[in-house]
């Protein structure tokens, strides 16, 4: 079969299409025949070697590339999955020899949910692993009253909204003015375009600062700026936590795979409260192309691989 690794770290050339075998699945896992595979940020940083630089991802001979993957149960093994069933996964190893952007990927079966009805696989791809980073860093505060979303037109950050607003918090999204209109329709209250000063303007907005923030934009600590002392901050990435200064607990996420709240989140995709949005499809083939894409900026959506 075919699948994207690489083997030294550098740009998008260094994205191999290769033969690999078949992988076969050991105790409780599955194989999936891979129908769509999103193309994530983790994904350009694990094939730069800025991961590896950062001693998140170990050395390896070979690495493969992908996380998110939506397709089809090929091999059920011992578990309670059925061959042929529609799937989402979550590969959340980051040093594996074979990723999502491959024709077939073995997962634990507790990082597979059934996929979203009604929704096509290439859609469905892009829900796991940014939905459940949202979801988790969700699950690491505690206000029920207002809380910060930068980059909420993300991937991450649009999720996010959309889950907050379900939790029924008032939500502040931080986005380009470009976006407003759509995160406000995730779910945002309020909104203050990205740029200087956004403690100042946040504070205009909420007086004495948000209960809480999620930084998916890693502005750190700007973002920290516009949170009431006692408040609480989650950071998105390694060296992206700001010091926790006016009592702030300051705590970052760390996606972990977890098919029961995927199910979850499945459920909630298919019934509107999550937006699966795809900023385009290219063939496995040219990975490369869609990491240039994604490096560019710009991008509403994922961008998603198809074998
Ligand atoms: N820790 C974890 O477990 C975990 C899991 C998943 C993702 N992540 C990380 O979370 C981050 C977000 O991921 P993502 O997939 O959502 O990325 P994304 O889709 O590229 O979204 C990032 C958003 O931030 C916006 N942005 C950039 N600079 C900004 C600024 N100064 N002010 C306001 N908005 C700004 C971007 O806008 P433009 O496109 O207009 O620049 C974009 O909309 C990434 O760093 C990713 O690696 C961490």
Do not use: C
């Amino acid at each position: 079969m075919r699948a994207v690794v690489v083997r030294r770290f550098g740009g998008p050339e260094v994205l191999e299409f290769a033969e690999v075998p078949v992988p076969e699945p050991g105790p409780g896992q599955v194989r999936i025949r891979v129908a769509a595979a999103a193309v994530n940020p983790v994904d350009l940083a694990t094939r730069s070697g800025v991961l590896s630089a950062a001693g998140v991802v170990p050395a390896r001979a070979v690495l493969g590339l992908g996380w998110d993957v939506a397709g089809s149960i090929d091999d059920a093994g011992d578990t309670g999955f059925r061959a042929g069933e529609a799937v989402v996964g979550l590969r959340d190893r980051i040093a594996t020899p074979l990723g999502a952007y491959a024709e077939r990927i073995v997962l634990d079966a507790s990082a597979v949910a059934p996929a979203p009805v009604g929704v096509s696989a290439v859609e469905a791809a892009t829900l796991p692993l940014n939905a459940l980073t949202a979801a988790q860093a969700l699950d690491l505060v505690e206000t029920t009253g207002t809380v910060l979303v930068t980059g909420a037109a993300g991937a991450v950050g649009g999720y996010a909204v959309a889950l907050a607003h379900a939790r029924k918090l008032r939500v502040v999204a931080v986005a380009s003015e470009a976006d407003e209109a759509q995160v406000r329709a995730f779910g945002a209250d309020e909104f203050v375009p990205r740029g200087p000063s956004l403690g100042d303007r946040v504070r205009a907005v909420v007086p004495g600062g948000v209960d809480a923030a999620l930084d998916t934009a890693l502005l750190g600590l700007d973002a920290l700026d516009a949170v009431r002392g006692g408040g609480e901050f989650v950071a998105f990435a390694a060296g992206a936590a700001p010091i926790p200064l006016r009592g702030i607990r300051v705590r970052t996420v760390w996606i972990r795979a977890d098919g029961g709240r995927l199910a979850e989140l499945a459920r909630l995709a298919e019934n509107g409260t999550l937006p699966l949005r795809v900023a385009g499809t290219l063939p496995l083939a040219e990975a490369g192309a869609a990491h240039e894409r994604l490096a560019a900026g710009g991008l509403r959506g994922r961008l998603v691989l198809t074998p």
